[in-house]
C-alpha cells in the first residue's frame, strides 16, 4: 500500500518536473525543474530495488551534471526566453509525438492478447541492486564495457578542454584568415 | 499493485516529453536538458524490465534472475556516457557563445539549410 | 567467489594498439618542448600501421569472447582493416590541412584515434553496451572535431547542430535498446537474434524498439528523413573531419546495423517482412532524394554531402537482400565508397587556390591545365562515385542491384539505375569545369604537397584496384563470410 502511494507520488512529480523542463521561459527553472526530474526518478528507481542506482543518480546525476549544467547557465547570464511560435514543421512534429504516445497508451493497456502478459514480481536476493552486486557484474562480466567506459571519459574530458578553452590569437586569426562567409546554395 | 505496465507508461510519457522539448524549445541548453529526459525515461524502462523480467522471452532462468540484475550495469554505463556527453555538449555551447554571443537555434544561421 | 572473464588480449589487439597510440600521441603533445606537426602525424601513422598489421593476422573465433561482450567474426576483421585504412588516409589529410588552418594539432589527432576506436568497436560488438560505448565514442570525439576550427564561425556552428541532432538520436537508440533489452530479458545482440529466430519477429515491443534503433542509427548514417543536419555539418566542419564524417561514421552506423540486425547468423533473417519493406522505403527516399539535392550545390563539401547522403541510399538497398551476396555487396560497396570518398576530398584538401580553399565547384576551373595529375585524380574519384565502367563504384553498384533483383526488388533497383543516371550530371560538371573551362583571373593553385599526392594516390589505386580486378576483395569477402 505504501509502495503504491510513494510510486503514484513521484510519477506524478516525474511528470509534473518534466513538463516543467520544456515549457518553462527561463532557462534556471528548466534546470532545477530537471533536478527534481532526477530526484522523482531515483524513488522510482528505490522502488525497483536499485538502490545503488538510485544514490548514483542523485550524487552524480543531479549533484555533479546539473550544477555543472547550471553554472554553465549563470556563467552565460541567460534571461527568459520568447514565447514558443508554432510553424508548420513544428506542428507536425508535435502531432507525430503525440500519435507515438497514444499509440503507447493504446497497445500498455489492451488486454493481454496483444504480446506479453502482466509478469510477475520475481523473488530476489536481499543484495540484488545492491552496489555489490553490480560492482560483481561491472567488473567481471562487463569488464570490457568498462574499460571502454574509461576511454570514453578521457576522450570527453579531452575533447571539452579542446572546445570550451579560451583560443589563442593565433588560434583566432589563424595563418589564414578565413573572413569569408560560406558559399550558399 | 503497481506493475511493469506502469512504469513502462511513465518512461513512455517522459521520453514523449523530451522529444517534444527537442522540436519546440529554441534554446541549445534546454535542448540538451530535453534529451537528458529522454535518456532519462530510458534508465527507468531499462530498470523496470530488469526488475520485472518477461520470462516468456529469453533464456534467463530464475536463478540467474536472482543474482544477475544485468540491465542495472546497463544504466550505470548509460549515466556515465550521458554524464560525458553533457560535459561535451556544454563545451560546444560555451564554444558557440563565444563567437556568435547567443544560445538561440534559430539566430545560429550561416550556413543555410 | 568471482570468477573473472576469459580475456582473449589478440582479439582486441587492433583496438588495443589504437588506444595505445591515442595516449601515446597524447604524452608526446604534453611534453614543454614545442613539437612539429609531423612527428605526430609520424607517430600515429605508425601505430595506425601496427594495429593494421595485427588485424591481418587475426583469425576469425566464432563465439563470443569477454563473456559475451564481442563477437570477432570474418565481417568485423574485415571491417577493421577497412576503418584502419580510413585512419590512415585521414591523417595525411589532416596533416597537409592544419598547414593552412588553426588547429590544436596533437589534440585533434588523439581525437581522432579515439574516434577510430569506437568505429572499431561498434564492428567486434556483440552486446547492446559495448555497441552503446562504441557508438558513443565515435560521436563525442565527431562533435568536438568539428567545431575545432576556432577561426571559423561555420565550424562552431557545424559543431552545435551535429552535436544537438546526434544527441537526439542517442535518445532514440537508448530507448529502443532499452525495449530490446525487455523484450528478450538480454542485451547480448547473440542472444537477441536467436530468440526472434525463435520466436518470430511479432512482439510488438520488440518491433518498437527495432523501429527505435533504426531512427537513432539512421540519423548517424544520414538516410532520409533523419538527413537534415549533414549538409550544414559537411559545410562547416573543417574539411578531414568532414571527409571523416563522411566515410568513418558512415561505415560504422553500417557496421551498427549489420551487428544489431545480423548476428548470430549472418542471414539478415529478422529482416524478413516489415523490416524489408521499411528499409525499402528509406531507401527509395534517400536514393531520390540525395541526388535531387546534389543537383542545385554549387558549394563542394555540400555536393559531397548530399551524395554521400545518396549512396547511402544505395548502401541499405543490401539490407532488402535477405541473404549473403547482399552482405558481400554491401562489404564491397564500403570498402568502395571508403576510397573514393576519402579520395575526392583528399583532392579538395589538397588543391589550394592563391593560399585559400577551393569552397565551390567553379573555384576548381582549369585545375587540369595546372595540375593534370591531381584533376586526373579527381576525375577517378567522380567517375567511381557516379558508378563508371573500370571503377570501384560500378562494380559495388552491379553488385548492389544485382542483389535486389535477385530478390524481386525491381522498382527499388530501377530507381538506383534512374539516380545513378542523374548522379552523372553534377559529378561530370565538375570534371567539365576542371579540363575545359578557363582559370579564373589570376588563379593560381599552388602546389600540391606530398601528403597530398599520396593520400589521393592510394586512394585512386584502391578505387582502380577494386574496379578492375574486384577478384582481389571477392576471395576475402568469401571467405570471411562463409564461416557461418
Known sequence: ??????????????????????????????????????????????????EFLAWILIIVYSGAVMVLMIFVISLLNLQRDEPIEFTAARRWGVAFVVVFAAALLIYLFRDASVGFTYPPKPAISAEWGSAK??????????????????????????????????PDPNEINGMESTGEEPSNQ | MIGLNHYLLLSGVLFCLGVLGVILRRNVLIILMSVELMLNAANIAIAAFSRYPLFNAGTLTQEDYMTAGNGLVFVFLILTVSAAEVGVGLAVVINLYRQRSTVNIEEVNLLQG | MIDFPEISWASIAPQTVILITALTVLAIDLLPRKIERINITLTALLGVVIALIFARNLTPAYETDFSGMIYRDGVSIYLDQLLLAGTALILLMSHRYAQF?????????????????????????????????????????????????????????????????????TGFLVYGMALLFGACRTSNLVLIGSAILDGGAGTPLLILGFALVLVGLGFKISLVPFHMWAPDVYQGAPTPVTAWIAAGSKIAGFAALLRIFSLPGISFEPFGGYWAQAIWWLSMLTMIIGNAGALVQNDIKRMLAYSSIAHGGYLSMAFTANNTVGLQALLFYLAAYLFMTLGAFAVVIAVRRNGRE???????????????????????????????????????????????????????????????????????????????????????????????????????????????????????????????
Not at chain 3, 124 to 144: K, N, P
Not at chain 3, 461 to 466: D, E, I, P, S, T
Not at chain 3, 471 to 479: E, I, Q, R, S
Open chain 3, 101 to 169: 588552418h588553426p588547429i590544436a594539432y596533437g589534440e585533434y589527432t588523439v581525437l581522432l584515434l579515439f574516434a577510430s576506436l569506437g568505429m572499431m568497436t561498434i564492428s567486434i560488438s556483440a552486446d547492446l553496451i559495448t555497441l552503446f560505448i562504441g557508438v558513443e565514442l565515435l560521436s563525442l570525439s565527431l562533435y568536438v572535431m568539428s567545431g575545432m576550427d576556432k577561426s571559423s564561425l561555420s565550424s562552431g556552428e557545424a559543431s552545435v547542430k551535429y552535436f544537438l541532432l546526434g544527441a537526439f538520436s
Open chain 3, 358 to 484: 577551393c569552397l565551390s565547384i567553379p573555384d576548381l576551373a582549369g585545375l587540369a591545365r595546372q595540375h593534370p595529375g591531381v584533376a586526373g585524380l579527381m576525375a577517378v574519384f567522380l567517375f567511381s562515385l557516379a558508378g563508371m565502367p573500370f571503377t570501384a563504384g560500378f562494380v559495388g553498384k552491379l553488385w548492389l542491384f544485382g542483389a535486389a533483383i535477385q530478390e524481386k526488388y525491381y522498382l527499388l533497383a530501377a530507381v538506383g539505375i534512374l539516380t545513378t543516371l542523374l548522379s552523372f550530371y553534377y559529378y561530370l560538371r565538375i570534371i567539365v569545369f576542371m579540363y575545359m573551362h578557363e582559370p579564373q583571373k589570376d588563379a593560381v593553385f599552388d602546389a600540391v604537397p606530398a601528403s597530398g599526392r599520396i593520400a589521393a594516390g592510394l586512394a585512386a589505386a584502391g578505387v582502380l584496384a577494386l574496379g578492375v580486378y574486384p577478384n582481389l576483395l571477392w576471395k576475402v569477402l568469401a571467405a570471411h563470410t562463409n564461416g557461418l
Open chain 1, 133 to 166: 552486486a553490480i560492482a560483481t557484474d561491472l567488473f567481471t562480466r562487463y569488464l570490457l564495457p568498462f574499460e571502454l567506459a574509461s576511454v570514453l571519459l578521457t576522450a570527453a574530458v579531452i575533447g571539452a578542454v579542446v572546445i570550451a578553452r579560451k
Open chain 1, 1 to 50: 500500500m505504501a509502495a503504491t502511494l510513494f510510486f503514484w507520488l513521484c510519477a506524478f512529480l516525474a511528470f509534473f518536473f518534466g513538463l516543467g523542463v520544456i515549457v518553462a521561459r527561463n532557462p534556471m527553472h528548466s534546470a532545477l525543474s530537471l533536478v527534481m526530474t532526477f530526484v522523482a526518478s531515483a524513488g522510482l528507481f528505490l522502488l525497483l530495488h536499485a
